[in-house]
Every structure is written in structure tokens, then in C-alpha cells.
């Protein structure tokens, strides 16, 4: 259990985080010691609309406070898939999440509520909530990778969100691996989350003729375990960009510690050869200090994690770093 | 002229500022708003070994004390190409300086002269000075890419140098922009400095049998002026590795502001178009936003300017970020 500093907080504090996720919506309140007080899952729809998806999100928050008996609520955070003005609470360019896009979210669902909100981009919420209680506990500078559809991308510093000047830094799936590689809808060529991402890896095989045109990420992985050379040939291809980009990480940052989280990490063992091999050789940072990349740990949770520490964190709650993994 | 809050601060308080360059070691007393008071310009050969160049700069600072002849010395900052475990003052891997790989450079010239010594990267410094008095002036968050022999690289994060946890931070010249590109002495291949240094410029005009053997990269920009195809060729090649690896600097961070430095800046007209036109293409973040990337101003100074800070920094000075460009 990560030791927690309360300077204003009380023991019986608690927030509620939420995690607007594809197809799902949960949220949960946790306390200041990372202990789920009550957690409920929803669905919702992206495609349902911004007035609908905002109603979901205020229901899902009320339903976990009545379940709430005792203690102060701190505060909400909310994990989006977009970019987030921080000052202003305002989503700005999400794709996912039609009519979000320069709405002021937060005030919004603060007004509906009373309750003082914290937006985050998703990935930072996971990166967030890893550090509080999943893999980078005690760790106060760490870059998370979130391999998904996308590659998403969270990078605390010193144990803050880095949100560069409009909240749109950790664009990593957006790194150029391949100058020349594949197109991706951003504008650009060979960026990492078009050679790494599950819907890379789904690419790739359909290219390679690996069962049918909906072949998903799981069936190369299955293939791969029959022992398919081209299903590991896949993901050696998927190892080898996220070792090009990790390598260009770690000599970036120099951070201690690298995860990786997200559906494709089952696949771990295929891709992980490939890429540590990547980075070795292109990282002298790496292969002369105990840099670490690991896998996360708290899977789908991190980002519910980190949107309930948010509040904490406001409030002037600090994860001590020297607390042992 | 940059505000500078003073905490602990006197008016009279100055600072010492000492650059360790390739050929010659320079150092400065500089008060609190920026101002020089005395400088002094000495010679040093790396190849000397420690002893005498840690000799080098005890006289140099020595010197430099003697000039100012009121005032009270804060500290001193000393700016050397290596890395540096700032907790401790110890020289890392630093191939440049013989003898100095592990070496307790810090206490050992606080010894000799029983001053407080701060010792930093020589890039990191720069980036800082730029911060303190050059294009970087009221802008917290911004990253500078030294193009010389080699490409260096500072990040200055909330207006602090981002270290990592072992002070390797910022080698943004080992970025891999091409991952089957030229070898690099590091292991890696295709870094950005093999392929936009000064280095890379003379290499790609030799591999074009521009000039002799011993062509430079200033001969190739006179080539380049007089409207040699060829010359105009390599830095246009330049300028794409640089824009790739910003492209990916400026979704990684979504700072305000990229400068670039070092003699190689002199073929900015040359390398700037190709440059921009990659980190249109590469970044949506920058076609996007108003983010900048500019010359540095300072030229040499930079350097001694960021040393010179140092110790201000480290008394509670902070520029303030609001002052206008």
C-alpha cells in the first residue's frame, strides 16, 4: 500500500473516478489510500451523442455517491479520450467523441452536479493511476504506452501529468518510427501506432493472409502460439517499432522506468524479444543503467485508478516516491 | 529585460558562469538581471588531461572574482560536455574529457576554492541561458537542439532542466530518425546527428565529392549560395531529419518553443524550409497550434548565460514567464 502525505486531506475523504471508456463507462469511489469503496459499470455509446454521454456520466457519478454512506467526497475526476484543456475543462479535437470538441465539459458536468470535476485525457489517468497503485509505485518519473486500437500515451514528471502548453503532449503512438512507413490519418507516415497498435497487428496479418478479412489481434496471437511463423513475424514487427520508439524515449527522458499496457500486452511474449533487442542497440542510456520497461498492472482499472487520485492530488496529496514497489 | 523575482536574493548578489567549450574555456561574473560584469576568455585543450583543466577553470573563476570588486558571489555554474549526476557532481561517460568519467569534479573545484559549485551539461546550460536572456524569455517549457560536431539537446520543463533520474536527460541527437540510417558511435543507427550535425553535412558533401577531403560545412554552404544542387541537396536533407525528430519532439511534449543553436544554424535558409515542411506533415500538434521553432540568440553565450543562472535558480530566482518575448 503506497504511503499517501495528508497535508489537507482527512482519512474519511474520498473521490469518485470515472472512465469514459469505447464501449463502456464506469466509475468507482476510492479513498486516499487506494481502497475501492463502491464500483459500478455502465454502458454508453459514443455514437449516442454529447448530451446523452454527459447524462450518463453525471448518473453513474450519483449512483456511486448514494452508495456512498459515510466520508467526504473531494472531488471527481473524469478519464476522456481527447485532449483536455486543463485550465479551461474544455475537450478539444476528440475523433471518438462527436460534439465534445470545444464544449466545456467540466463546467458542465460541474454545474449538473456541484461537485468540483477534473478532466484528463484517458492515457494520463492511466499513467497516473499506475503510479499511485499499479506498476510505478514509488516511482515518480515513468512514460506509459497504451496499446490499444491507438497508442496512447501518458508521461509524469516528478509525479505530474506532463500536459505541455494546451494539454496535448504524450501523443506517442504518433512518434515517427518510419519516415516512409504507413499512412495514418494524422497526416503523417510511419507512426508508431500504425506499426504497434492492435489494429496494426490486425493490418499485418490481413496482409499476410492470416485467416479471414475480420481477423482480430487475439486470433495472430493464437496463431502465433500453434507456432505460425508469420503470426510471429507479425509481432516481432510490432516489437521492433515499439523498441525504435522506447529507444528515442529513453534517450528523450531518462526516466527510471517505461510500461506498456493495454489489450495487445497478452501478446507480450511474441513482440517483447523483438523490441528489447531494438532497444539495446539504439539506447546506450538503456543497455548502460537499470532502466526499466515493464508491463502495467492494473489493466482496465488504471484509468479509474488515476481519475480518483486526481482530486487527491489537487488537494495536496503526494504518492511518497520512496515507498517500495 | 526579464523580471526576476528575488526570494532570498540581494541586488548585489552575482553569479560566476563558466562554459567549457571544445577549444576554449570561458567565464563570467553576471548579476541578477543578466547583466556581464567581467569576462574572461581562456584556452583549453581537452586532450591536456583533468588535472590541468580542472587547473583551468579554478584560475578562470579565480580570475573573474578578482575583476568584480563589490557585490557578494552566489555561487558558480560551470557548463561541461558530459553527463553529470547532479546529486552528486560527478562526471558520467563524458568521451570528450579524458579522466573525467566518474570523477568528483564538483567538490573537487569547491575544494580548491571553497566556493558553492553547481555543474551542469553543457546543453541543459544552454537551454536555461536562452531561457534567461535569449529567444526562450517568458516561456517555461521549451527544448533546445544544439547542432554542432555532434546535436545536443536541453528540455527545460516548468523552466526547471528535466535531468532523468541519472542526469542522461535530453540526448535528443541519438533519437533515431532513420532506423536503417548511417551508423552511429553509440550502437544506434540512423541518429539525428549523423544525418543534420555539422558532422553529417560534411560527410554527405564528401560521399557527393563536393570539395576535397577536408571540405566543411561552411564550405558546403558557400557551395550552397553560389547554387551548387548539390549543396542545397544535403541541407535539405538536414532539414528533414530535423523535422522528423521535431515532429516527434512536439507530439511527445507539446511545448511552446523548439530552438535551435550551434554553428550549423548559420544554413538555417538552406535547412529551414525542408525542415518545416516534415514537422507540418509529422505533427498535427504543430499545424495545429501556434507552437514556434526558432533560431537561438545568444550564439556562444548561451552556455555561459545558463551557468551563470544556475546558482541564481538555485537561491529561488525564478524568471518570470509572463515577461513579454
Chains 1, 2 share one sequence.
Not at 509505485?137 to 509525479?159: F, H, M, N, S
Not at 496479418?205 to 487475439?218: F, M, Q
Not at 527522458?253 to 500486452?265: C, D, M, Q, R, T
Amino acid at each position: 500500500m503506497p504511503l499517501v502525505c495528508y497535508s489537507r486531506l482527512r482519512m474519511t475523504d474520498y473521490s469518485i473516478g470515472v472512465d469514459l471508456g469505447g464501449t463502456n463507462l464506469r466509475a468507482a469511489a476510492i479513498d486516499a489510500e487506494g481502497k475501492i469503496l463502491t464500483k459500478i459499470t455502465g454502458s454508453t455509446q459514443y455514437s449516442s451523442g454529447r448530451d446523452a454521454i454527459l447524462g450518463h456520466i453525471v448518473t453513474a457519478i450519483k449512483g456511486v455517491q448514494l452508495q456512498v454512506t459515510s466520508g467526504n467526497l473531494l472531488g471527481v475526476g473524469i478519464g476522456i479520450p481527447g485532449f483536455i484543456q486543463i485550465e479551461t475543462g474544455v475537450v478539444i479535437g476528440s475523433a471518438n467523441l462527436p460534439g465534445f470538441d470545444g464544449y466545456p465539459v467540466r463546467d458542465e458536468i460541474q454545474r449538473q452536479l456541484g461537485i468540483p470535476i477534473i478532466l484528463e485525457n484517458d492515457a494520463n489517468a492511466a499513467a497516473l493511476g499506475e503510479q499511485w497503485m499499479g506498476a510505478g509505485r514509488g516511482v515518480k518519473d515513468l512514460v506509459l504506452l497504451t496499446l490499444g486500437t491507438g497508442i496512447g500515451g501518458g508521461i509524469l514528471a516528478d509525479g505530474r501529468i506532463l500536459h505541455g502548453f494546451l494539454g496535448m503532449a504524450g501523443e506517442l503512438g504518433h512518434m515517427t518510427v518510419y519516415p516512409d512507413g504507413n499512412p495514418c490519418g494524422c497526416g503523417n507516415f510511419g507512426c508508431l501506432e500504425k506499426h504497434a497498435s492492435a489494429t496494426a497487428v490486425m493490418s499485418m496479418a490481413r496482409a499476410l493472409s492470416l485467416g479471414d478479412l475480420d481477423v482480430t489481434a487475439e486470433d495472430v496471437y493464437n496463431l502465433a502460439v500453434e507456432g505460425n511463423p508469420r503470426a510471429k513475424a507479425v509481432f516481432e514487427s510490432m516489437g521492433r517499432a515499439l523498441g525504435i520508439a522506447l529507444a528515442s524515449l529513453i534517450n528523450i527522458f531518462n526516466f527510471p522506468l517505461y510500461l506498456l499496457s493495454g489489450g495487445a500486452l497478452g501478446s507480450w511474449d511474441f513482440f517483447a524479444p523483438a523490441m528489447f533487442e531494438q532497444v539495446r542497440k539504439r539506447s546506450f542510456t538503456f543497455s548502460r543503467t537499470d532502466t526499466r520497461i515493464e508491463k502495467a498492472t492494473l489493466g482496465n482499472e488504471a484509468g479509474l485508478y488515476g481519475a480518483a487520485y486526481l482530486p487527491f492530488q489537487l488537494a495536496g496529496a503526494e504518492v511518497v516516491a520512496a515507498n517500495p514497489v
